[in-house]
């Protein structure tokens, strides 16, 4: 696969207020970077990128105000489309479904924090619309914060990986087609 016309590249939630310790520890370091290279790929192409952020309306959320901000590399261009949520799905209160409709767009590749919340439910909702959904695995991490085992005095609790791999583990083969950033690219 690479980039084309008929598919857009949706970045989701690359936000600078991800960075605050809140979220606690997370997985994969590398996933700003193997997003950075999808969307450097789909921008050479001309194909189409889709921008999509949280902004909180919790008062203390580190997704509103300044924790809004795009991280740095992951900014949109002036010609890139940008969608703004205030929950989990991007589809959810958005123009992205009719945008996406409108343009004959049926395949996306997706990216984004955090895998099990905003990627996962973007996911899902994506492929119930029904778009051919490639979720870049390696684009995406986990913090230990998205998830909460407290429910269970026996669940023990999960790794930042463990949450990332259990959420990709979930999605692949029902509703994505799970790959690396490299494999998407024709790299490997």
Known sequence: MKPDQNTALLLIDFQKGFSAPLWGARNN???EANAMRLLAAW???GAPVVHVRHLSREPDSPLGRTGAAWIDGLAPQADEVVFEKHVNSAFIGTGLHDWLCSRDL??????????PHCVSTSCRMAAN???QVTLAHDACAAFASNADTSWSPDAPP?????????AISQLHGEFVTARSAAAILCHE
């Open 29 to 31: 370091p590398d996933a």
């Open 43 to 45: 921008r050479t192409a």
């Open 106 to 115: 049926g395949a996306l590749v997706i990216a984004g924090l955090t895998t």
């Open 129 to 131: 619309l029904g778009f």
């Open 158 to 166: 999960v790794t930042p990986q463990q949450i990332h791999d259990m």
